[in-house]
């Protein structure tokens, strides 16, 4: 594919203080059809192999993976550069703009993937949660390839203000999925229900879920987080993840 830029979204002003003061929102229809049409092609080739790889080493469980129930697959873009155009592109520039400010890092990058009828539930957690230990929020673009509603798992966020905090809170893991949990609360949260190629914007101290896909087809979603800094493993020795540069003092400084 030669040509995969994210189209111009305008955020508002009613969407950036929405964002410091609960902690997201929703761009509908962000990325163009060229653009969907790819990333959802290399999140099937890419589970794919993950599958393979679970089969050939007979695992049904690898991490927070479960075999043809949910998949995380992270940080591709290192051996696949065509998936770049996509996270450093203007529309990625402009929300890390709106969000962290004039600097911002890529930190990390996943496809996630529900099988259709059997794919899991992820429970309550902050995405600061799994690195673990205190650090300044970062945030994440949430890009659902295809239409996300109650029905085949959408993700479902807990503003600030329903939280009631806004700061990194200690997680428990669960047993029976591996996933880390940090709310207990019987808050349901807010469902985003929205067309492919629509992006949730939220701070990675917003606590958010998913329910289980109860549908036909695949639930896919292209995850891609920056931090307005480096984000190191708590003894400061190295990178918790990526922390390739991407915009300083609001200029893009890495070519797509």
């Known amino acids: 594919m030669t040509e995969t830029k994210a189209q111009p979204v305008e955020i ?12 997201y929102f929703i761009l509908e229809s962000a990325m163009d059809d060229a653009m969907l049409a790819y990333i959802r092609g290399e999140c099937d080739r890419l589970t794919e192999e993950m599958e393979a790889q679970m089969a050939e080493a007979d695992e049904t469980t690898r991490g927070i993976n479960h ?3 949910r998949y995380f697959v992270s940080n591709r873009h290192r051996e696949n550069p065509s998936l770049r155009p996509y996270i450093f592109s203007d529309l990625m520039a402009e929300i890390c ?4 400010g004039p600097t911002a890092y890529l930190f990390h990058e996943q496809f996630v993937v529900k099988g259709p009828e059997v794919g899991m539930k992820f429970g309550w957690h902050q995405d600061s949660g799994y690195v673990g230990f205190d650090h ?7 890009a659902a390839l295809d239409d996300v509603n109650e ?12 939280a009631g905090t806004r700061h990194r809170q200690e997680h428990s893991i669960l047993d029976e999925s591996n996933d880390k949990i940090g709310y207990y609360g019987d808050d349901p949260g807010i469902p985003v229900v929205a067309p492919a190629g629509s992006i949730l914007v939220f701070s990675s101290v917003s606590f958010h879920r998913s329910s289980t ?3 036909d087809g695949w639930r896919r979603v292209y995850l891609t987080q920056y931090s307005a800094e480096p984000i190191l493993t708590e003894d400061g020795t190295r990178n918790w993840s990526n922390a390739e540069p991407f915009l300083m003092d609001g200029e893009r400084v890495t070519a797509d």
């Not at 703009?97 to 962290?100: G, P, Q």
């Not at 029905?151 to 329903?162: A, C």
């Open 97 to 100: 703009r709106s969000t962290l």
């Open 151 to 162: 029905e085949n798992g959408t993700v479902y966020v807990l503003p600030f203000s329903r």
């Open 12 to 23: 508002t002003v009613e969407q950036k203080e929405q964002y410091q003061e609960e902690g």
């Open 136 to 142: 300044r929020p970062y945030m994440s673009c949430w």
């Open 67 to 69: 075999k043809g129930k």
């Open 213 to 215: 896909n109860t549908s």
